[in-house]
């Protein structure tokens, strides 16, 4: 892999699809649409637009920001917390979750590309997109929102500049480019990481046990951090004891893996001070959790996500 090579290739591919018409680009904030945003950035004729769906880490937006100004990326930040959500209500099935959630994004980029005048989308789809959801004739792991999420009539044509590459190619080519490493995070957002309804309590929740974790990670690791780590709100609850009084609170599951191409990977194995840490803070500061498990599951037999 050449990265100064692959950019200046990608960036004749999009020259030549797309001659004199405009595009918008679906932007995520994650190191694979960032890595195709820092590309697509010196064409005037791209829109690069980025989805607030309400499904974000905390401080995400602001993140985003900061980053895309460092990099003199432009775009445009769209509002739609209220239409994910609403869409969200009342499903539990994680394959119809990504589906919806596709669908949304793509309601959102039609109404974009006809203000703009735009006739083609950009994605940052990468190889384990399009092979978990079903590509080169495999059956269908999870319909990655980009992919199995799209609609079958979808009026948008699609360019795909880094979709052979794997997640180690990906992390090569932005480290050429000096894009930061952005530790990944699903299309989907925290959607699912919530087994069953997404609703904004749980999101909340969800928020806050995350930033502990990473907060906690970020300052025990230098450099050699697990490939993701992540919690999980289930859909359990259990007797616990806050302070004297008895509760009957939510459980939250925390995943650490390590991974080359996010193909396969193994379990992370932290010190247990860390767990221990990252535990007592959760329980602590959020009321509504009394249980914190961890996932010791490879992939396979389990994906990296749990939905």
């Not at 609403?86 to 590309?113: C, H, M, S, V, W």
């Not at 289930?234 to 509760?247: A, E, F, I, Y």
């Not at 010190?271 to 961890?294: A, G």
């Amino acid at each position: 892999m050449n990265p100064e090579q692959f950019i200046k290739e990608s960036r004749r591919k999009i020259e030549n699809e797309l001659k004199d018409n405009k595009a918008i680009m679906a932007c995520s904030g994650g190191q694979d649409s960032t890595l195709l945003a820092a590309i697509a950035a010196p064409f005037k004729n791209i829109r690069i637009i980025f989805v607030d769906t309400g499904l974000l880490r905390l401080n995400e937006v602001n993140r985003v920001d900061s980053l895309f100004k460092k990099f003199n990326i432009n775009y445009k930040l769209i509002d739609a917390k209220n239409i994910f959500l609403n869409n969200l209500k009342g499903i539990i099935d994680p394959e119809e979750k990504r589906k919806i959630i596709g669908r949304t994004f793509i309601d959102i980029f039609n109404k974009e590309a006809e203000n703009h005048g735009a006739d083609y989308l950009l994605q940052g789809t990468i190889a384990p997109d399009w092979i978990e959801s079903g590509g080169a004739s495999r059956d269908t792991i999870k319909s990655h929102h980009n992919v199995g999420g799209l609609p079958a009539d979808m009026k948008l044509r699609l360019i795909e500049p880094l979709r052979d590459l794997y997640k180690d190619e990906v992390r090569e080519i932005s480290k050429y480019l000096g894009l930061p490493e952005v530790m990944p995070f699903p299309g989907p957002g925290l959607s699912i990481r919530i087994i069953g309804e997404v609703t904004e309590d749980k999101l909340d929740i969800l928020r806050k046990a995350t930033d502990i974790t990473e907060r906690y990670v970020n300052a025990k690791y230098n450099g050699d951090k697990p490939w993701q780590y992540f919690c999980v709100f289930l859909p359990v609850k259990t007797t616990g004891v806050h302070g004297d009084n008895r509760s009957y609170g939510n459980t939250i599951a925390i995943r650490f893996i390590d991974t080359l191409d996010g193909m396969t990977g193994t379990f992370s194995r932290p010190d247990w001070e860390l767990l221990s840490s990252i535990s007592s803070e959760i329980t602590d500061e959020i009321p509504e959790i009394n249980r914190i498990v961890y996932d010791i599951t490879d992939k396979p037999p389990a994906t990296i996500e749990w939905e």
